[in-house]
């Protein structure tokens, strides 16, 4: 029995995806970001397929971790623990799906969406300062995901961590697309450095979901 690769879940970066839409690379950074995902799983995008990776076939982490943790209870045959699993991820759903239509949160999406579309053509320090903006305003969703999931303030540190530094690979890719001074195996690298970090996310997060599941029994 082998446990999945973290890089085989429904969350890739297509090989020639060397551009993208500034407001999608923001996106990315949010964990929410596939909007359909909370009500239904997204099937994986075909490789290549840049239009519908952009349309939300990439799984949030959150989604991601837990579907994992329930690969590995049943590859365990730990039946008591998958139930548990099951359970959490239906709430979890629920109560993330709930969050996604509250105005605070609709708000905060609404400003991140008008903050990255004057970043087209900003330049200097009102671009610099646009970049901090964006940052603090999904840094304000992001806590109030780890809250509701129940993470303790010392994991809501590292994926604070983990967030700031996925942002600031956006930060260049997104720079990128106005400069255009990166060949493209600069930026093949800096999309791996992405999906390098958001799978130490989505690893932290299934261990988390993991243990949850085993102290309610």
Request: include cysteine.
């Amino acid at each position: 029995k082998h446990l999945p690769s973290l890089s085989s879940t429904p969350c890739f970066v297509p090989p020639n995806l060397l551009k993208m839409n500034i407001r999608f690379l923001f996106a990315l950074v949010v964990c929410f970001f596939a909007t359909s995902a909370y009500g239904a799983r997204s099937r994986p995008p075909a490789r290549g397929n840049d239009d519908e990776f952009s349309q939300g076939g990439r799984a949030p982490p959150d989604v991601r971790a837990i579907d994992l943790a329930l690969d590995e209870a049943r590859l365990d045959d730990n039946d008591a623990v998958v139930d548990a699993l099951k359970n959490i991820k239906m709430s979890h759903m629920k109560e993330m799906g709930e969050m996604m239509n509250e105005d605070e949160f609709k708000a905060a999406m609404k400003k991140i969406d008008s903050l990255s579309a004057k970043l087209e053509g900003s330049s200097g320090k009102e671009r610099q300062d646009l970049h901090q903006q964006l940052h603090e305003a999904i840094g304000t969703l992001e806590d109030g995901k780890f809250i509701a999931m129940g993470l303790n303030e010392e994991d809501q540190d590292l994926h604070r961590a983990l967030l700031r530094e996925k942002h600031a690979i956006v930060i260049q890719l997104v720079d990128d697309d106005e400069l255009q001074e990166l060949s493209s195996s600069e930026r093949q690298a800096l999309m791996d450095r992405f999906e390098d970090v958001e799978i130490k996310m989505v690893s932290h997060m299934k261990d988390y979901f993991l243990n949850k599941a085993k102290s309610e029994l």
